[in-house]
């Protein structure tokens, strides 16, 4: 069939071709994934609001390809500004009735020209695969891309196991004596707020990344505020976990991401326990921690997904001792000009 020809045109996050470019997106999700709700297009407006405040830590553009008055295709092109000067993180998504003609190259292409533009030498994307053999994996090898991480999704059906909990809980307190265990939703007590950036920023050199080319972050106090405030606007809570020392240190810690308009679905984002601190069973301590807080401030959730390299196999222990199972692959991709 021949293609009807596309526009290619900038978009703002409070224009009015944006919910249709969101919907691009949630009709991808639906497709590659028809049992979890897409992302809410709350979440796109507050990241494309991000982009367009003066001092933020990052910059970017969306752009739409636009077919008489319809958005067929999506590109989103995010700039680190605090580090990683190189890099260029984009995303292209082509309505699942619109592909094969030609969309995402053109798509891909733009992004490529504009990072290109600002002096970005290094291009990273992600590609959800759900299925073995998906289109984003297709695509990104047909363009040159090179697969630098796998991870592996693994989803768990709450409420977790009685048992199953209680058994971690009651074997990582034994090792873990001497460290207190706090939770907290949404804003780290400020006392523990520079130890928590410093967290972040091991979040990017200790967590496996595969050959993924990325540098260290640069995170301090204020970065985490920015963060943590850039959630809310997202229409999410997040629940916290972290061991702390005897003299007060934040050594651990656990956040899980519920979406408040669909809290059904969970996300388990980040979990890191300080190198110097390892052996002691903190990072199961602090997710059994933040699963309790879950069961009582959300019922609701009925599910929770995490994201692991194969290599990281102290994190793939706990969470298959919480009984997490797979449920596809998440690829992250790079190319360097
Ligand atoms: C990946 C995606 C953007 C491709 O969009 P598209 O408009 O179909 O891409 P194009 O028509 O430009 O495809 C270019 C080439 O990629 C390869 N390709 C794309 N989809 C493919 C598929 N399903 N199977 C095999 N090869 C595929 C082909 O070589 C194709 O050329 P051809 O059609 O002449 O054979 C689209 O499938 C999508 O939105 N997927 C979900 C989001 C995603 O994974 N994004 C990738 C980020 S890198």
């Known amino acids: 069939m021949t293609a009807p020809p596309a526009r ?61 008055d319809a958005v067929v295709g999506a590109l989103r092109v995010l700039l680190p500004l605090r580090d990683n000067p190189a890099v260029a993180f984009l995303d292209v998504a082509v309505h699942p009735v619109h592909r094969r003609r030609g969309l995402g190259t053109r798509l891909l292409a733009e992004g490529r ?23 984003g994996r297709a695509f990104a090898e047909r363009h040159g891309w090179t697969c630098d991480l796998v991870e592996t999704r693994r989803d768990l059906v709450l409420p977790v196991d009685a048992d199953r909990l209680s058994a971690l809980e009651a074997e990582s307190a034994r090792a873990g004596a001497g460290y207190e265990i706090r939770t907290w939703r949404d804003r780290t007590p400020d006392e523990l707020l520079e130890d928590r950036a410093l967290l972040e920023r091991r979040m990017t050199t200790d967590a496996p990344h595969g050959d993924l080319p990325v540098e260290e972050e640069e995170w301090d106090g204020e970065r985490i505020r920015e963060y943590e405030r850039s959630h809310v606007a997202r229409g999410r809570t997040v629940l916290s976990a972290g061991a702390v020392t005897a003299d007060g240190r934040l050594v651990a810690f656990t956040d899980l991401q519920v979406p408040l308009a669909q809290p059904g679905r969970a996300s388990q984002a980040g979990t890191l326990v300080l190198r110097e601190h390892r052996g002691h069973r903190l990072g199961a301590r602090v997710k059994a921690a933040v699963l309790r807080d879950l069961a009582a401030q959300f019922p609701e959730v009925r599910r929770i997904s995490t994201y692991n390299s194969d290599s990281n196999t102290p994190m793939v222990a706990v969470n298959e001792a919480l009984g997490f199972v797979p449920a596809g692959h998440l690829s992250s991709w790079s190319l360097r000009l």
């Open 113 to 135: 020209a504009y990072a290109a533009e600002r002096g970005r030498t290094l291009f990273i994307s992600e590609v959800d695969e759900a299925l073995p053999s998906s289109p």
């Open 8 to 68: 290619i045109v900038d978009l703002g996050p409070d224009d009015d071709l944006f919910p249709a470019w969101c919907e691009v997106w949630a009709a991808v999700q639906r497709d590659d994934r028809p049992e979890d709700p897409p992302r809410p297009a709350q979440e796109h407006v507050a990241l494309g609001r991000e982009l367009v405040a003066p001092g933020g830590s990052r910059d970017g553009l969306h752009r739409a390809a636009v077919t008489g």
